[in-house]
């Protein structure tokens, strides 16, 4: 290999008047130090936590492609009212992807043994070609399996893990998630079937309980359905969950959870407060499917709390040696407990096309598309 390597990086950039830009820019990478790789990236997936950075508040029904074949561009409008959001990240070329998988070229003195290696890395800037890391926030692959088997090893698996370590932490005995039968949710049916955790799954249409129901997922509320807070509150009661993870936000989603579980602890009550059960009722907001205001209504005591859920904080806060070890258990189970499916592989220049950013921006359960930077 060439002490150097070139190669293409997708790009967003936010202009103060307004424009969002999506680019494919040549970046030079210089060789790695004594602790560092450099990999070529055959794989990294588009979260919906990517999703913030690729493409902001920008109004999808202004897409416009431009650029050339070779580097195409990609612009969309911002409406002003949302561009206040904006200012921290304006008129800065910013690269995208938390994660990704690819094959080691270039290593460094310490990390030798890693060249040649298949891994998985988070860090960011993963929509390039290449991308230059540190050898720690790699994770190398079990043998046979492909970088697109290990480009989701860190944001959903770690996320999933992290809800059940905080169900244990916190000292409640089940939970309910929502858009459950997301890859993400997929995820945690298996890790909670498997530690034995009752977990409560709201779903959207038959066809996502369906997928739920084909991996033994036990409770299952469809939220379309006539009769969902009756059921949501019969399985709230059921399995005593206190604790319910949100990929929605927006909506009146988690005030009717708030109310089934107050609603199933009232079930067992004995006599009657002003103040409401004292059954303490926990939701954690974790995702934004929904952009708009979260709507609650009180109507269920004074015991419970609403907040926002981050990944980062948590594996701090769980300390280094609780998140190596929830990093060794995707890695032993990759394959199995956290395996991912996409809709579609698409390459970089694939990114930048408005049908395609029309479909992948949608944030459709069951829907994940995959790129390969090198395709």
Not at 30 to 58: C, F, M, Y
Request: net charge negative.
């Amino acid at each position: 290999m060439p002490d150097s390597l070139t190669g293409l990086e997708l790009r967003s950039t936010v202009s103060s008047d307004g424009k969002l830009t999506l680019s494919l820019e040549p970046v030079t990478l210089t060789p790695p130090g004594p602790d560092e790789v450099v990999v070529r990236v055959e794989a990294a997936p588009i979260n919906p936590s990517d999703l913030g950075l690729l493409l902001g508040p920008a109004d999808m029904a202004t897409l416009e492609p431009g650029g050339t074949a070779d580097r195409p561009t990609l612009t969309a409008a911002i409406p002003q009212a949302r561009l206040g959001m904006m200012k921290a990240r304006l008129d800065q070329s910013l690269p995208v992807g938390n994660e990704g998988a690819g094959t080691v070229v270039q290593a460094g003195e310490n990390v030798a043994g890693l060249l040649g290696k298949k891994v998985g890395m988070i860090g960011g800037a993963m929509y390039a070609q290449y991308r230059k890391i540190a050898a720690r926030d790699c994770i190398p692959l079990p043998e046979g399996a492909s970088a697109a088997d290990g480009a989701s090893m860190f944001v959903n698996p770690l996320t999933a893990l992290s809800m059940v370590e905080t169900l244990r932490m916190e000292g409640h005995k089940a939970l309910v998630h929502t858009a459950a039968a997301s890859n993400l949710g997929q995820m945690l049916n298996r890790i909670c079937i498997a530690d034995g955790v009752p977990l409560v799954n709201i779903v959207r249409s038959e066809a996502q309980a369906a997928i739920l129901r084909d991996i033994g997922a036990q409770y299952i509320i469809d939220s379309s359905a006539e009769d969902f807070r009756e059921k949501l509150t019969d399985a709230i009661a059921e399995t005593g969950a206190t604790l319910a993870f949100d990929a929605i936000g927006g909506g009146r989603l988690v005030n009717a959870i708030l109310h089934a579980m107050e609603a199933a602890a009232n079930r067992n009550a004995t006599e009657y407060s002003r103040y409401g059960s004292s059954t303490f009722k926990q939701v954690y907001i974790y995702g934004a499917l929904d952009l708009g205001p979260t709507e609650l209504d009180r109507g269920y005591g004074f015991a419970w709390s609403v907040s926002g859920f981050l990944l980062t904080p948590f594996l701090i806060k769980l300390g280094m040696e609780g998140a190596l070890r929830l990093r060794a258990r995707v890695a032993a189970e990759l394959t199995t407990t956290f395996a991912s499916h996409y809709t579609a592989t698409i390459s970089l220049a694939d990114v930048l096309d408005p049908a395609v950013a029309a479909a992948y921006a949608k944030k459709a359960t069951g829907e994940k598309y995959l790129i390969d930077p090198n395709r």
